[in-house]
């Protein structure tokens, strides 16, 4: 036999977040401590699951719930969902709703019920990488537009426009984001919405850190901003719930039925052939959505110290700065520097131990250099990495 040839659809598939993963072992081998603030997992620090969810699903389990659920998820999360989305975020126009196994699988399954190959869909730079796998995968186009960094990481509404042709077919808004912790401004969203009007765009609203605000400020979902525009918003447990291993998420559709129905119904063709997500854990969505946001009020004001720590720290050091974030529990400073992000995180890695992921890795500017910094550990842990990132600046540059 000769070697397996793969598809030469997964050549673009990159993932930083993870291949930085498979360097950081090497360094482990070698006995070096490693200080990891590369991935959004709470659980790996002192954030949980909420007990009344853990109750749910192990309830489920011991009622022999266990085998498929309905395609689209079990009605009482549906409806919860639904519920919340008309009552707390304020979409009003829901057409279709369905749980998947995480955020992930919801905006794999919807870009690919959307996109033909060559066709192209505006992804913010920065931004979460999934976005460019999946479209590597379908043979389709990453059209990348900037968030502006003077403005506080906002979408830049002109480079928007700028970057729209006829073969764009969606935009992808990521809401608070990943990777800068920014949360959209009413202003900005209701001028995306303009937008995707004025050239006939989906939007795509990942507000999967919706509840993770930081500050004392609204969050804004643009699916209630216009309700007759077609807009899937994902959402799920992972992030507002602490249970990123459970795999449960969903995605809303909503618009005038016109314009989404038919689109909505083509992505559960999909659904219904994958079977399900997990079943007995979607009996967590219920007691979730309906419980409050009590169990984040302790997470989020760990979360907010230790912005605080990040954004003073990293800013005290030379050649470094970094936008505040409002969100989400991510930084992403940039670097002064001639060497690549992606060369300085190596030798960070290698010299100090210390684990970040490289900026290009999520698309910025050209020319600018970035990295991204994960704050969910304890204080002292995130003092003891900024300590080693000043060194590493003082002995380097």
């Known amino acids: 036999m000769i070697p397996i040839k793969p598809a030469s659809r997964v050549d673009g598939v990159r993932y930083a977040i993870r291949d930085i993963?498979?360097?950081?072992?090497?360094?482990?081998?070698?006995?070096?401590?490693?200080?990891?603030?590369?991935?959004?997992?709470?659980?790996?620090?002192?954030?949980?699951?909420?007990?009344?969810?853990?109750?749910?699903?192990?309830?489920?389990?011991?009622?022999?719930l266990n085998g498929y659920s309905p395609a689209s998820g079990i009605p009482e999360a549906v409806e919860a969902i639904g519920k919340e989305a008309e009552k707390l975020y304020g979409i009003r126009t829901i057409r279709n709703i369905f749980v998947s196994t995480g955020g992930s699988e919801a905006i794999d399954l919807c870009l690919t019920a959307l996109l033909e190959p060559g066709e192209n869909v505006l992804i913010p730079a920065p931004g979460y990488p999934l976005y460019s796998a999946i479209l590597s995968k379908l043979q389709a186009v990453e059209n990348y537009y900037y968030l502006d960094e003077e403005d506080g990481w906002?979408?830049?509404?002109?480079?928007?426009?700028?970057?729209?042709?006829?073969?764009?077919?969606?935009?992808?808004?990521?809401?608070?984001?990943?990777?800068?912790?920014?949360?959209?401004?009413?202003?900005?969203?209701?001028?995306?919405?303009?937008?995707?009007?004025?050239?006939?765009?989906?939007?795509?609203?990942?507000?999967?850190?919706?509840?993770?605000?930081?500050?004392?400020?609204?969050?804004?979902?643009?699916?209630?901003?216009?309700?007759?525009?077609?807009?899937?918003?994902?959402?799920?447990?992972?992030?507002?719930?602490?249970?990123?291993?459970?795999?449960?998420?969903?995605?809303?559709?909503?618009?005038?039925?016109?314009?989404?129905?038919?689109?909505?119904?083509?992505?559960?063709?999909?659904?219904?052939?994958?079977?399900?997500?997990?079943?007995?854990?979607?009996?967590?969505?219920?007691?979730?959505l309906q419980s409050g946001d009590g169990h984040l009020e302790g997470a989020v004001e760990k979360l907010r110290q230790?912005?605080?720590?990040?954004?003073?720290?990293?800013?005290?050091?030379?050649?470094?700065?970094?936008?505040?974030?409002?969100?989400?529990?991510?930084?992403?400073?940039r670097l002064e520097i001639e060497d690549t992000d992606e060369e300085w995180v190596k030798g960070l890695l290698f010299e100090t131990g210390v684990l970040v992921v490289h900026g290009s890795g999520f698309g910025e500017k050209e020319g600018t250099r970035h990295f991204r910094v994960v704050f969910l550990p304890e204080m002292e842990t995130l003092g003891s990495a900024y300590d080693k990132i000043e060194r590493y600046m003082e002995k380097h540059y």
């Open 21 to 64: 993963v498979l360097l950081s072992d090497q360094v482990k081998k070698s006995g070096k401590q490693i200080l990891s603030l590369n991935i959004g997992d709470p659980c790996q620090f002192d954030f949980d699951v909420p007990e009344l969810l853990k109750e749910a699903t192990l309830d489920a389990m011991r009622r022999g």
């Open 306 to 333: 230790r912005r605080d720590l990040t954004f003073q720290r990293l800013n005290e050091i030379k050649h470094i700065s970094c936008v505040k974030p409002l969100g989400a529990f991510y930084a992403f400073p």
């Open 154 to 288: 906002q979408p830049n509404i002109d480079d928007i426009v700028s970057r729209i042709d006829s073969r764009t077919r969606a935009i992808v808004i990521i809401n608070p984001n990943n990777p800068t912790g920014s949360v959209c401004t009413r202003e900005k969203l209701e001028q995306v919405a303009e937008v995707a009007r004025e050239h006939n765009l989906l939007v795509f609203m990942d507000e999967i850190y919706s509840k993770l605000i930081l500050d004392d400020l609204p969050h804004y979902s643009l699916a209630s901003l216009d309700p007759e525009l077609p807009v899937v918003t994902f959402n799920g447990l992972s992030k507002n719930y602490m249970a990123p291993g459970w795999r449960i998420g969903w995605a809303v559709f909503s618009g005038d039925p016109e314009l989404i129905d038919n689109y909505a119904e083509n992505v559960n063709k999909i659904v219904r052939a994958r079977l399900c997500a997990n079943h007995p854990e979607q009996y967590a969505i219920k007691p979730a």
